[in-house]
């Protein structure tokens, strides 16, 4: 069992976790001036909003969406000291002895709760500077009991933020269907409800940040994610020519849409791809809740946002979640070009 998070820190980037020069992260796209900044979503609470207040704040997510692709949320809901306590529960799994994690440990994509390393679809590839715990969250009564019964309080403070943050993610893609001038409930169901995935990424400080990346550059494969990354940057996302630094603040959740939006909005709402660099000074820990369909669920472009006669004919054939899924998983490196799989 390989984790980063088993030993004590090298005091050199090893050789199998160094890139080619070319694919470190000063090589290839430009990190861009830090005054493009992601815009900042005031959800005013998330509930019971003024009609004034609702129409402000669905214009900001359209806008932000169809720019960026990714956006961060403040003031929405998800109580802080929730976060704060399902974060350090997660931090403390990074930190129990490698014998009380090794149960977990698996590559095994099936399994419900896994705790492995890096990212490499074949093991000659370079190593990415992470270790991580990839689980299944929500419904909650269905997959409590694949959670670690230690450390302690890990079940219910997941438990307790999976439920708030689900809340949010009801809320977002209920604007963004008002926004897109959809029924409010077009999401709801099958679109989003298949069981939710959580991704808790934890990057350790690394000796030389500029050799290696935390994450490789991808787009997500689900319909959204609901990110809190801590207050240590290292979120980049795809803008024009070059990378955003996603600045952290305090509280806020990182909003981005995966592949499952950019083909139901026909194009409108892109996936865009974002990538992890790591930090020299401080560990960083990332989660991430990925709201997925339903496996059998069938997706298309919504028919209110294809029209011939408007020059805008749907980009995407239907299909099903499974199907995409294979797909993805078979574009390996390149997944980032799957959704040429469904173009018409
Ligand atoms: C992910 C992801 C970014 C981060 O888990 O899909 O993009 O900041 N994470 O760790
Ligand atoms: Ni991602």
Not at 12 to 31: H, I, M, S, T, W
Not at 85 to 94: N, W
Not at 216 to 227: E, K, N, Y
Not at 258 to 277: D, F, K, P
């Amino acid at each position: 069992m390989e984790l980063l998070t088993n030993a004590p820190l090298p005091r050199a980037v090893p050789d199998k976790y160094v890139f080619p020069p070319e694919k470190r992260p000063g090589n290839n796209l430009q990190l861009l001036d830090p005054s493009i900044a992601l815009p900042v979503v005031d959800l005013r609470g998330g509930r019971d909003l003024t009609d004034a207040d609702r129409r402000r704040v669905v214009r900001d997510i359209i806008d932000a969406g169809k720019e960026f692709g990714f956006f961060q949320v403040v003031n929405h809901g998800v109580e802080d000291g929730a976060v704060r306590a399902f974060r350090d529960a997660a931090a403390e799994f990074f930190a129990l002895r490698p014998e009380e994690k090794l149960p977990y440990y698996s590559d095994d994509q099936s399994r419900p709760f896994r705790v492995a390393s890096s990212t490499t679809y074949d093991k000659s590839e370079t190593r990415y500077w992470r270790d991580y715990l990839k689980l299944q969250c929500f419904p909650v009564d269905k997959f409590v009991h694949q959670w670690p019964p230690k450390p302690d309080q890990f079940r219910d403070c997941l438990g307790e933020y999976i439920v708030q943050v689900q809340h949010l993610a009801a809320t977002l893609l209920e604007l963004i269907a008002e926004g897109l001038g959809l029924d409010a409930g077009f999401f709801r169901g099958e679109l989003s409800g298949g069981d939710t995935q959580m991704n808790v990424n934890y990057y350790p400080p690394c000796p030389d940040p500029s050799l290696t990346l935390g994450l490789l550059p991808h787009c997500d494969r689900h319909l959204l994610t609901v990110l809190s990354q801590g207050d240590v940057s290292g979120l980049q996302a795809k803008y024009g020519g070059g990378w955003i630094a996603v600045q952290p603040i305090p509280g806020a959740f990182v909003i981005n849409f995966g592949h499952q939006m950019e083909i139901a909005t026909n194009g409108l709402l892109r996936s865009v791809e974002h990538r992890a660099v790591t930090n020299a000074a401080k560990a960083r820990m990332s989660v991430a809740t990925l709201i997925m369909p339903a496996t059998e669920c069938l997706i298309a472009p919504a028919p209110e946002l294809v029209g011939e006669e408007d020059n805008n004919p749907a980009k995407y054939r239907a299909f099903r979640f499974s199907e995409f899924i294979e797909a993805y998983d078979a574009a390996a490196a390149s997944r980032d070009s799957v959704l040429d799989y469904f173009k018409i």
